[in-house]
């Protein structure tokens, strides 16, 4: 079956290059870009417009913190890739892996503005991942894959006004809490936490 894609052509996925650098200036340009599911022949999209940035080991907020495990064997794999894990038991939250294979950072996707054929609120990782159908199925996924991945938004469009604040859910970490390493759209309704 043909699908007909709302941007110009696949040459617009982002490259495995885009993902190979620092986790912040990753986490800060993916505002404004497409996450595309494809599921059942259904494209769902949406706008990424709030991520958090996870620096690695060092970064007491980061998974990769406790060290490789068989839970954060993806984050120290190449850049480019989505760890996916559930949290508290219920609700699956979606990462993209940044920079060189072992350094172990990523980028949490916490927002999305619905763009085409979501159901339900994306306000917050729990929510996004369910109206794009994500689950742990796709850990460990590449995102220059066919049927997930992101895309730079037709006609280069701009993302708007960006802002920084601490990340969400992390007052364990110490110092690292109070880091500004979330980035969101400025008056975008669709951001869980302005």
């Known amino acids: 079956m043909e699908f007909e894609r709302p941007f ?3 040459g617009e996925m982002l490259p495995r290059s885009f993902y190979d650098r ?4 990753v986490a800060r340009e993916l505002l404004g870009k497409w996450l595309i599911h494809i599921v059942a022949g259904v494209e769902l999209i949406g706008r990424i417009v709030e991520t958090e940035a996870y620096l690695g080991p060092h970064d007491l907020a980061a998974h990769s913190s406790e060290g490789l495990t068989p839970r954060t064997r993806v ?7 989505a760890y996916v894990y559930l949290v508290y038991g219920l609700h699956w939250c979606m990462n993209v892996v940044t920079e060189r294979e072992g350094n172990a950072s990523a980028v949490l996707v916490r927002a999305v503005e619905p763009v085409q054929n979501l159901p339900g609120r994306t306000c917050g990782p729990g929510l996004l991942c369910r109206a794009l159908g994500i689950d742990g199925r796709l850990n460990g996924h590449d995102l220059l894959s066919a049927d997930f991945f992101i895309v730079a938004p037709p006609g280069g469009r701009e993302a708007g006004e960006t802002a920084a604040a601490p990340r969400v859910g992390v007052a364990y970490s110490g110092i690292w809490a109070q880091q500004l390493l979330r980035f969101y759209l400025k008056g975008n309704p669709f951001v869980s936490r302005p």
Do not use: H, K, N
């Not at 620092?22 to 200036?25: R, V, W």
């Not at 984050?75 to 890739?81: E, T």
């Open 22 to 25: 620092d986790a912040a200036l």
């Open 8 to 10: 110009a052509d696949p």
């Open 75 to 81: 984050l120290f794999g190449p850049p480019g890739y």
